[in-house]
Structure formats: structure tokens, C-alpha cells
């Protein structure tokens, strides 16, 4: 277990706001921005954002760079909640298509494979493309990612 899943262990035990103000305070475009931590495990991580004006672009809805955001923080945190306290995580790459109009709240869910998890806890350096679904208030997708992460050594 790394540093993050036991922070996160912890804070279950408080109001499910908190762990979102926390992270935020850490991470602070997150929470600028007010993506809120709807679920953090080390299989499954499920970020969203409310519709608000900090977030939106020229036609109301959830700027194209805030939908990227809510991928990458929910593929950078289940990343997170498996990569040994002696790496470090590295956004590698990030493939975007947008294919329709959101409406509204928006959310990505980010899994990783029991495979992936091992490889992650067993590679000295190495990456990993997680996938990621992000869907708007109608259950469908505007966006379709594919993020890739890798993880090194820190520095000693």
C-alpha cells in the first residue's frame, strides 16, 4: 500500500467533500478547476465537475480543456493509487477526440486491470495506457481519451 491509497483510506472515515478539498489543496488546478473525488481504489477511480462558469467555454458548456483535465486526473489518480512511493508518475501522452456536444456535469472513470496493477507494482520504469470513459449529464461520451502514463525512479 503507497503513501496515497493509505491518505485516501484514511479520509473514508470523514464527509466524502473532504477528500476532494484535500486533493485539491494538493493538486491545486484540481481544485481550482472543482473536480470533486467521487471514488478512489487502486482498480477504480471516478472523478466529475459541475457545469459552472470558472469551467465553461463561449457556448455554456465544459471547455474542451477541463473535459481533458477530468481524463487525466482520473487516470493519473488510479495510477497513483498503485505506483510504489519510490516512482514517479509522468503523463506520457494523451489522445483526445471530440465527437459530440456535452450537456451539463460531466465525470471520467479511469480502471486499471489486476495485469495492469502488477506491472505498475513490478516494473522499475515503464508505462501503462489506462482507460478512461468520460461521459456528460446524458450518460454519453463527447469525449473519447486514450492516456498513457509512465512511472521512474525519484531522484535519490
Not at 466524502?16 to 482498480?43: E, P
Not at 493509487?81 to 465527437?99: A, E, G, R, S
Request: glycine share 6%.
Amino acid at each position: 500500500m503507497n503513501r496515497l491509497e493509505r491518505t485516501v483510506n484514511q479520509l473514508k472515515a470523514y464527509p466524502t467533500w473532504l477528500l476532494s478539498f484535500a486533493v485539491g489543496r494538493i493538486v491545486k488546478f484540481t481544485g481550482t478547476a472543482g473536480i470533486s473525488y467521487d471514488l478512489m481504489t487502486r482498480d477504480k477511480v471516478i472523478v466529475s465537475m459541475k457545469n459552472r462558469p470558472k469551467v465553461r467555454n463561449h457556448i455554456g458548456q465544459i471547455h474542451a480543456a477541463a473535459m481533458m483535465l477530468l481524463a487525466e486526473t482520473a487516470t493519473g489518480m488510479v495510477l497513483g493509487m498503485n505506483v510504489p512511493d519510490d516512482k514517479i508518475p509522468l503523463l506520457k501522452y494523451m489522445n483526445t477526440k471530440f465527437v459530440r456536444r456535452s450537456e451539463g456535469r460531466m465525470q471520467a472513470e479511469a480502471s486499471l486491470s489486476e495485469d495492469q496493477q502488477q506491472h505498475i507494482m513490478n516494473t522499475e520504469k515503464g508505462d501503462v495506457v489506462i482507460q478512461v470513459k468520460v461521459t456528460d449529464e446524458s450518460g454519453e461520451e463527447p469525449v473519447l481519451c486514450e492516456v498513457c502514463w509512465a512511472w521512474v525512479p525519484k531522484r535519490r
